[in-house]
């Protein structure tokens, strides 16, 4: 039986490169429409592993999938590297100048708003998948609409790319974590970066003194995100990211920040992702 | 002449309200309909004053705000802190039973879930602004939308609440900074916060050595959040708010901070506001 891999949109969305680069072809995709469904197959069993976008390196943190992992137990086994390419894909044999409506994700949408400037004829309208447009203009047939998707996606669905790498910024890239229910206990010497949580208070310090013990115990933050605590208004948690060459090291920052910090947890001890 | 303050949204919204509070009755209101429209009214000398959301307690920092105010060279000179109340309402004499939608700010929306899980039969339509609605119900005598919005709404455009406070949450506060294109230079004995903005590597420590030179000033971190630069991607910005009982320690910081911190800069010096 094939490894069930859950993703947020459908077949050839950026979701399911990422769960191909990772996991290969022989994967039994479970296509979600949010990323809380992600979630919900993993804690149902109905899938074993969930692909999920963290943040994004124009617009940052998807701040909302940070307290879904963390609310759900959820454990990151891994992250990914993907380049994003935005792709205007219509029809075969149609053309730009037919084209009334272009349908897409929000942020593709943002992040290709200086190429749609220059045709201001199209209409551009927000949709939940980059790659389900794509798969509904193949379905019905639709002269008018054109999809900004990845490159598989007009594979998957037969259209016809007429303007490649329509996105402003050129140099865009996401990181996706790789999400399980429990825990993928590794070997320490495959162990690298590890994702953490907890609460600081406002006292003179008390931030620095968290990082200074990582500091100490030589791990390098590689990304730190602050969030409200919901409950107390004005209290922060941070999510924060640390690399490491000896695992011992990280072992031993662990043992002290139980201790120091509030509500400590780790969320995750991986192998970083080439990027 | 009185002062021109911009705010996003209409009168009515909440940026209406913290106006109010900041600077009272005697202000002439510029309407925006988005965030940049306050930075350009402020950058071409139409308003002399902006007021801008720019954290939420629940939903987190306004990412693009930071980058507005950075990028834009903007001076934030006070800050605000308001209580989000979310009321739903409708023409006078109207009932929850009209209506067929509600129409308002998608986080408003989002805030007030739990209570349209129970009116399954209301729609949900995302707007650009609280206010609006309100003041559309009024212009066109709506009979099948409700807003949700805060209470001044209501009494501007004379619409009846019907069910007040409706939001899940009901700590739920936001925090406004106040704006200006040239720095307002308060005297050194009020001022007891600041607004900065800097780059760090990733360097073992780099961020916790910045975050102890503030700690050995007598700085206390309120706020820190990172964001990712867009020209270098996976390379952090940090913007972070500290307060401080006297001037001269933060003086002391920023000489130091000036030194060791790429891309440093003060973005705003000015008294906290109570929360």
Redesign the interface.
Known sequence: MSLKVAIQGIKGSNHHQVAKDFYGDDIDLLECLSFDAIIDHLSNGKADKGIMAI???????I?PNYNLVYHNNMHIIGEHYLSIHHNLMVLKGNSLENIKEVHSHPMALLQCKEFFKKHPGIKLVEDVDTAETAKRIQDKKLQHIAAIAPKMAAELYDLEIIAPEIQT?K?N?TRFIILKKQNKVLPEEEINKASLRFITD????????V??V??DC???????????V??T??K?AFFVDVTFDMYGHFKKAKSLLEIMAEDFRVLGEYKNAL?
Not at 55 to 61: K, L, Q, V
Not at 202 to 209: E, I, P, W, Y
Not at 218 to 228: A, E, F, V, Y
């Open positions: 943040e994004n390196s124009i617009a940052g943190s701040i910024i140099n890239a406002h006292k003179r310090g008390s931030l620095a003194t990082l200074n990582m500091s030589n791990l390098s933050l590689t990304k730190i995100q602050s969030l409200p919901i409950e208004p004005w922060y990027r």
